[in-house]
């Protein structure tokens, strides 16, 4: 049946996302379109480094009509615009990235440098030079959208693909993926090209903010070749979330009895 947004996001439906990114002719409904959805990736900082304090950061820029056309001489297709929506075909990104997409998701809009250190220390304990959060930019999103992606994230928790997410007492936003892929490593191990009728191996993906009100924690979880975000990403998640706010929980009792 018929979904609106924050169900689509729920159930991590891909037909929604197909045609709110690529149209569909029957209802004459145009669609976002590929440069609009290059134009809103590269804002999240798709296809350009984060930035984090490390050297070797490696990333691929969003796929553009005219990078499709010089790298295979082939014109974009529609159909590149329907498989680009959900995230799949000439879209690559990774989990760094995406951790900066879903931070930004859960503080409205703020684009931020991720950093390793938070201070350093001398021997003494004392604080010799703090390392101050970086804003790289504002998204120029409009305030009463991301509380409908909000609700969409915490949907899936609660009701729809990650249900396995839910910690007791912590109210957990999150989203699904199952992304296909076929590389040097699973052509060599047989698992594509897939004969006619099959399905290509894909990568499990699960993101997650947590708590919905106050956001202090962002989770990515990545298994090469992993199979369903939902069964096998999302439990992996869990476990650091859990982890996390029941380690919160011992440390407010220990500050209490002090």
Request: aromatic share 10%.
């Amino acid at each position: 049946g018929s979904l609106n947004v924050v169900d689509a996001l729920a159930q991590s439906c891909d037909i929604f996302f197909y045609k709110l990114g690529g149209g569909y002719e029957e209802t004459h409904f145009e669609g976002l379109g590929i440069d609009r959805l290059v134009k809103w990736a590269t804002n999240f900082g798709l296809g350009d480094p984060t930035g984090i304090d490390i050297p070797g950061e490696v990333t691929v820029p969003v796929f553009t009509p005219k990078r499709k056309r010089e790298l295979y001489q082939e014109s974009w297709t529609t159909g590149d615009t329907y498989i680009m929506s959900i995230g799949q075909g000439f879209l690559t990104v990774t989990p760094l990235q995406m951790a900066n997409v879903m931070a930004a998701v859960a503080n409205n809009g703020t684009i931020y440098r991720p950093q390793l250190i938070h201070h350093i220390s001398d021997a003494e304990g004392h604080v010799v030079r703090p390392f101050e959060p970086e804003v790289l930019r504002q998204l120029p999103v409009d305030d009463a959208i991301w509380p409908i992606v909000q609700e969409g994230l915490e949907k899936a928790v609660s009701a729809g693909t990650a249900p396995l997410a839910q910690i007791e007492g912590v109210r957990v936003a999150g989203k699904t993926g199952t992304a296909e892929y076929c590389d040097d490593l699973a052509i060599k191990t047989g698992l594509c090209p897939v004969p006619t009728g099959q399905t290509l191996p894909t990568h499990a993906w699960f993101l997650a903010y947590a708590p919905v009100e106050e956001p202090e924690i962002v989770v990515v979880a990545w298994v090469y070749g992993g199979g369903e975000g939902s069964t096998v990403a999302v439990p992996i998640a869990h476990d650091v979330l859990d982890f996390y706010f029941k380690r919160a929980a011992e440390e407010s009792g220990v500050r209490s009895e002090e």
